[in-house]
């Protein structure tokens, strides 16, 4: 799966259905996320993203599911 700049502004979400933030910005066919002020830490740990204090994090491609027009789909951690 490769992230296009068209991915930017799509919401994260996780496989039960909960929105786990949005897509900031592609760099070099990577995705960047600002993950919701509330995520649990637990689902931060999982995804890789954290307990510092950065405003977005790289989303890794083995967490995708699928994309569709407006949502980026994560499998379950």
């Not at 490769?2 to 799509?10: I, L, M, R, V």
């Not at 993950?35 to 995708?64: C, K």
């Amino acid at each position: 799966m490769t992230f296009t700049e068209q991915d930017e502004g799509k919401t994260v979400i996780s496989d039960d259905g909960r929105e786990l933030g949005v897509v900031t910005r592609i760099t070099n066919e990577t995705a960047f996320v600002e993950p919701l002020g509330d995520l649990d830490p637990p689902v931060r740990s999982a995804l890789g993203w954290g307990g510092d204090d950065r405003e977005e994090y790289r989303l890794s491609r083995g967490h995708v599911a699928t994309v569709t027009g407006s949502e980026v789909w994560l499998e379950e951690p």
